[in-house]
């Protein structure tokens, strides 16, 4: 393989994370707090919140 493919393969899987970690985060959010507002700061930090939300509780 290629370096330039095994960068896309990382670029691609970074994106999918980030997009799945911040729905993670905001569903989380949302079935939490029932707030709409707290999910969109939620979804915006991310793995952070889910983390802290698996430490926490």
Not at 11 to 23: D, L, Q, R, Y
Not at 31 to 44: E, K, N, Q, Y
Request: charged share 10%; hydrophobic share 45%; glycine share 8%.
């Amino acid at each position: 393989m290629s370096e330039k493919n095994n960068t896309n393969i990382v670029n691609k899987t970074v994106k999918s994370g980030i997009t799945f970690g911040s729905a993670l985060a905001m569903v989380i959010s949302y079935t939490t707090w029932h707030s709409i507002g707290w999910a969109i700061v939620h979804g915006l930090l991310s793995w952070v919140y889910v983390i802290y939300f698996l430490l926490k509780y």
